[in-house]
Structure formats: C-alpha cells, structure tokens
C-alpha cells in the first residue's frame, strides 16, 4: 500500500483528488479525478448524511486507483479564520504565548471553540532594524476539525494534514525562486479568495462570500432558468458582454463587479504598505470559475493588470501524457494539487 498521502479537495458540489509523485525535475501524476459531491455535502449534520459522504469519498478514492490511505484536506475558507499579522522579532517559545493575544484581536468568536495553528513565513535576524516577523495565523472550529475526521475515518481514510483553501492554491501556484509580486483570486463555488505574494510568501489574504453559485443565481434569475441550465449558460457564455446581445454581461455584472472591488482593494493595500517595492505584475485566477470564457479578460481590462488563468499542472515533469478532460479542467484542481505537493515541501 501507498503510504504518501494523496490530495483531496472536498468542495461544495464536487470532489477533487489528486496524488503525485516526484522527481528531480517535477512531479509525475499518478491520478486525477473530479466527481459530483453529494448534495447535502458537507453543510449537512445529519449522521446519515455524513455516512453518504463518506461512501462517496471512498468510492472516488476507488475510481481514482489511488491505494494510499493517507489524505490531505482542506478547510473552506468561509469556515476558518486566516490571518497574517506582524509581530515584534520573538523566539518560537515567545511567540506561542504572544500569538493568543493577537488571535483574540483578530477572532471574533470564543477561542475556547478554536483550534489555533501558526507558521513564521518570514523573521528576520535578532536587532535586525524596524523589520517585524511575518506570521500566519490560522483558527478553525474544534468541531469543524471532528467533522472530517469522523467522514474521512467512515471512508477508511486517516488525515495526515489540514490546511485552509488560500494555502494549498498558494503552493500549487508559487513556483520558482524568482516569482513577481501576484494577486491569487480563488473563486470558489461560494467564497473567493485573495493573496498576495511578495518575495515568494504571502503578506496579504481575506475571503468574501461571493463565488461562481452566486454569477449562476444571476443568469437564473434573469433568463428565467432552471439552476442546471443557468450553470450551462455560465460555462457556455462565461461573462463576455458580447454574448447573447449583451444581456449575459449585464446579468453577470453586479457580480463581477464586487469581486473586482475587493481586487482593488488588495492592490491599494499593496500599492500603500510597499510603495518603493515592484508593482503587483500579475493576476491568477483560481478554481471553476477561472474557466468561465472572457473571465480573465474582464479582469484584465478593468484591473488593468495581466490576468491568467491558473494552471497547476506546471508543476508536472516533461514529457507526461495528461488525459485533455484533466487538461481542460486545471483550474479546478489548484487546491488538490496543492494538497498533493505538501509532503514533498522541503
């Protein structure tokens, strides 16, 4: 049996896994599989429910060929609270007491109910002169935490890791020594996700409640469609104005345009607290909604900054033959690679 943990990204209607492989000049791609997650997903408490989710997982880990019992998983980002702050240069010893103080700052529910992580990206040398630690924080429900546990155990499964969304999206797509400054926009079924990367780690990155459920919503409501035919409207059209007379532009506006403010908003951020370093060069697009037609487009026009749609499988060795249904589909898996590459971090 494998014993290297495969990645699993259980989003709110489908499922992702991936496992890989490595060698010295990338990563070979043993699987890849996305299926439709059962409806009541993961939003569900009923006993009953989580059993179906746990026969699907296990049934998509089958179909998959993936022998490996160990599985890395993801929190969604509307579910946990992720922050990075910067902090005085402390010892780890120092910064395990200091670090409580700062997430009742920036927790606003009891952290009697949190399971409290933290990770140093960045702490300068001792005395180094008005430099601070860079330190990401993340807090999830304790219960959220027993929920997968308990799924993924139904599904004959152990979890080698938890993480959140942003930080495997991050991983996937952060590659190289010399990678610019870049804005990650994740766009989730139901939440999108920013970060921003400076000098290879992330400074900056918050969550809203909009995703692709809610660009469908606005087709429905407009065209008098059903949600399935709404959904097909979305992948068929995407947000170009020029389709169907414009009128898929203007349904898909409002939308668009709140996701593109919180765009600005993380590039002023940026612009203000780093005013002498390089500009943001670049937009990455996450998720199923990167693929949508014109998408990348739009944000390039009206951020007026190069926007590309992600691709994870970079990260693969040449030479491989990728099946084109995983080719096509790359955007969706940037969590599940993600997930896939994390024990081979140095």
Do not use: C
């Not at 487009?297 to 084109?324: D, H, M, R, S």
């Amino acid at each position: 049996m494998d014993k290297k943990p495969f990645g699993l990204d259980i989003g709110v209607s489908t499922f992702k896994v991936v496992s890989l492989s490595h060698r010295k000049d990338g990563f070979l791609l043993n699987s890849a599989l996305i299926v439709p997650a059962p409806a009541k997903g993961m939003l569900s408490e009923s006993p009953l429910d989580e059993e179906e989710m746990a026969q699907a997982i296990a049934k998509t880990v089958s179909d998959a060929k993936i022998t490996s019992k160990f599985v890395n998983v993801a929190l969604p980002e509307n579910k946990v609270y992720t922050k990075i702050v910067e902090m005085p240069v402390l010892s780890d010893r120092e910064l395990s007491s200091a670090i409580y103080w700062e997430a009742e700052q920036h927790i606003p529910v009891p952290l009697s109910g949190i399971t409290l992580v933290w990770s140093v990206l960045k702490r300068p040398a001792q005395g180094a002169i008005g430099e601070k630690m860079i330190v990401l924080m993340v807090g999830s429900p304790t219960g959220l935490i027993e929920k997968y546990q308990r799924i993924l155990a139904m599904a004959s499964l152990t979890i080698n890791s938890i993480e959140t969304e942003v930080l495997s999206s991050i991983r996937a797509l952060v590659v190289g020594e010399n990678f610019p400054p870049s804005l990650i926009v994740s766009i989730g079924s139901v939440t999108t996700s920013l970060a921003i990367i400076r000098d290879g780690i992330t400074v900056f990155t918050y969550s809203i409640s909009t995703g692709g459920s809610a660009i469908s919503r606005a087709i429905s409501a407009d065209f008098g469609l059903s949600p399935t035919q709404a959904e097909e409207y979305k992948k068929t059209y995407g947000v170009t104005k020029e389709a169907l007379g414009g009128k898929i532009g203007l349904a898909t506006e409002p939308i668009m345009s709140s996701i593109l403010e919180e765009i600005k908003k993380a590039l002023a951020y940026y612009t203000d607290k780093y005013k002498n370093d390089q500009p943001i060069k670049q937009i990455f697009l996450s998720g199923g909604t990167a693929r949508l037609p014109g998408i990348d487009l739009y944000f390039t026009n009206n951020a007026n900054i190069e926007t590309i749609v992600a691709n994870p499988w970079k990260i693969l060795a040449p030479g491989q033959q990728i099946q084109k249904e995983v080719l096509d589909n790359a955007p969706d898996y940037t969590i599940a690679v993600g997930l896939a590459m994390r024990d081979y971090e140095e």
